[in-house]
């Protein structure tokens, strides 16, 4: 079973409904006992970096259990963000350290350029290195809301970015652990795709 983490900074909703429309049953939960238990494990997740993870305070340990054990673990936007060392929106608080890296606000060039922070709305993937996730998916647009990107310590992990005034990592993959800055399950047939694939890895 797939469970999608409750911890109250989440679209929990439409993660859920983009799974129902690949024909898979998701369920969303708070509880310790069912995440322990689930074949893989998915964190949504929207809003500021230190309230979502005074919120996964109580998630961490079986968060990190389940990615040790090598079981199938997705994060979605902010679910990505926190994967990471620490955040310039929270100083002196700590992610969930599973990736080495900051997270970044955009630069004040972004706006210089004429864009508009946050990030919100399509944009098209570079990819960069091969992941499952994304396997058979190409240079395609995908639907992104953040002001703050990662900026991991190994490049190697990013799989695929997207140009918004300055390169934005929006895949990052290592062995059982995937991520995403954008939403797929509001990205179209593409972002469904990203969902069906993460889903064929689960045993």
């Not at 129902?20 to 500021?48: C, F, Q, R």
């Not at 936007?77 to 608080?93: A, K």
Request: charged share 20%; proline share 5%; hydrophobic share 40%.
């Amino acid at each position: 079973m797939i469970t999608i983490i409750d911890y109250g900074s989440g679209n929990l909703k439409s993660i859920k409904n983009g799974f129902s429309k690949i024909g898979v049953e998701t369920v969303v939960s708070h509880d310790l006992y069912e995440m322990k238990n689930a074949d893989a494990l998915v964190l949504p997740g929207v809003g500021a970096f230190g309230n979502a993870m005074e919120k996964l305070k109580d998630y961490e340990e079986v968060i990190k259990t389940h990615i040790n054990c090598g079981k199938p673990f997705l994060g979605v936007c902010l679910g990505l963000q926190v994967l990471f060392t620490e955040s310039e929106e929270s100083p002196g608080l700590k992610g969930l350290e599973i990736f080495e890296g900051e997270v970044l606000h955009f630069p004040e060039s972004v706006t210089a350029q004429g864009m508009k922070i946050p990030h919100m709305g399509w944009n098209k993937l570079k990819i960069q290195n091969e992941c499952p996730i994304i396997e058979g998916v190409g240079p395609e647009y995908m639907y992104f809301v953040h002001s703050y990107y990662v900026k991991p310590t190994d490049e190697s992990i990013i799989a695929a970015t997207v140009d918004y005034g300055v390169d934005v990592p929006a895949v990052v993959c290592r062995e059982n652990v995937f991520a995403t800055q954008f939403h797929p399950e509001k990205s179209g047939e593409i972002g469904l795709k990203i969902l069906k694939n993460f889903v064929d890895m689960v045993p």
